[in-house]
């Protein structure tokens, strides 16, 4: 399985970026895929995440409002559009992917180490 995310970059405070992470070798609409960020000298933390099998979505408290993840099963992948950005969503934001999310976690919001497949990662920088 591999994760491959592009989409980060540069961008002043209040601007908008999509980053997105495509998936290949795998059961794309069994799993569930989660967006992780860490900022320098942080814990990494998860901020959303996407059930393939019925396309709902959960958000953390800091992304809520301004954050959207959304899918294309056809293509394998999932998208985070960002805005309204703000110089702490500064991070390096890499995307994972479970293999099957029991319905009865509801949330697929969880720890790291319950994701199976990480992406390398992409860099967002958000200047104030």
């Known amino acids: 399985v591999q994760l491959v995310e592009s989409g980060g970059g540069f961008v002043q405070a209040g601007g908008s970026l999509r980053l997105s992470c495509v998936v290949s070798?795998?059961?794309?609409?069994?799993?569930?895929i989660g967006w992780f960020r860490q900022a320098p000298g942080k814990e990494r933390e998860g901020i959303a995440c996407?059930?393939?099998?019925?396309?709902?979505?959960y958000y953390e408290g800091p992304v809520k409002g301004r954050f959207a993840i959304s899918n294309d099963n056809a293509k394998g992948a999932v998208y985070l559009q960002m805005n309204n950005l703000k110089p702490e969503d500064t991070a390096v934001y890499h995307c994972?992917?479970?293999?099957?999310?029991?319905?009865?976690?509801?949330?697929?919001?969880?720890?790291?180490?319950?994701?199976?497949?990480w992406g390398q990662g992409t860099q967002v920088t958000v200047s104030s």
């Open positions: 996407i059930d393939n099998s019925d396309r709902r979505t």
């Open positions: 070798g795998s059961r794309f609409e069994r799993q569930a």
């Open positions: 994972a992917a479970v293999e099957i999310w029991p319905a009865y976690r509801g949330s697929c919001l969880a720890e790291d180490y319950e994701y199976d497949y």
